[in-house]
């Protein structure tokens, strides 16, 4: 379990962050015209890189966030991206996703990341019960990982115990709005979409490969 110190460094590492916008612009245009293919070449070429692979999920996902102000997408695009999965149809599908419509729900770093899991170890016929079961097993890890690490999946807590030492609520009125941005809230929510990304592709790759 990491310690409350190492999130609190890489918060302040967010927010003091050059982000190079360009490139991730050009990245995120690139799925959007050509689809998710894997980034490596094979599923044993992704377990011999496997700590590579994990710190450019959890980077990419922390960049995703910050261009998209979306936790949810910046998850899933993260996860999608590395492990060939889904299509941008589904990244539209994320938009109501971060903080379950911001009313104070689930962490978009949790959903869009469970969405990745779904696509990739579930299973495209509706009966395949075991196949849901294993789906679910999944979730139940990665929640479980996702708590011991940041302490809870709910966007308010994570606001109030983990970044910004309250709640934001950013969507309830102008003012939360303005307080939020100048709170440098897209930088220091990128935090939780690159831990839950990171948490999830490591499910994966203990997983023995996509279904």
């Known amino acids: 379990m990491s ?20 490139d991730i612009r050009a990245r995120l245009q690139n799925l959007q015209q050509n689809g ?4 490596d070449s094979d ?5 011999a890189n496997r700590e590579d692979v ?12 910050y261009m998209t102000h979306s936790c949810a997408k910046g998850s899933a695009l993260a996860l999608m991206q590395a492990f060939g999965l889904g299509n941008w149809t589904m990244i539209r599908a994320m938009s109501p996703f971060p903080g379950f419509g911001m009313t104070g729900g689930i962490c978009g770093g ?3 990341s469970l969405v990745a899991l779904g696509l990739f170890i579930g299973s495209d016929d509706p009966e395949d019960y075991e196949g849901t079961g294993r789906t679910m097993t999944a979730a139940r ?3 479980a990982r996702f708590k011991e690490e940041l302490g809870t999946i709910s966007c308010p807590e994570l606001q109030e115990d983990v970044i910004f030492g309250r709640y934001m609520d950013p969507r309830a009125s102008q003012e ?3 307080a939020f941005q100048k709170a440098q809230g897209y930088e220091k929510c990128a935090l939780p979409p690159g831990v839950g990304a990171r948490l999830a ?4 790759l203990a997983s023995g490969g996509p279904q």
């Open 110 to 112: 949790v959903t869009g």
């Open 43 to 47: 599923w044993q070429a992704m377990q």
């Open 201 to 204: 592709a490591e499910v994966m």
């Open 3 to 22: 310690s409350r110190t190492t999130w609190q460094k890489r918060i302040a590492d967010l927010t003091e962050r050059s982000w190079p916008v360009a």
């Open 176 to 178: 939360n709005f303005a």
């Open 54 to 65: 994990l710190d450019r999920v959890q980077l990419r996902a922390e960049e995703y966030e």
């Open 141 to 143: 890890e990665f929640i």
């Open 36 to 39: 998710f293919g894997t980034e």
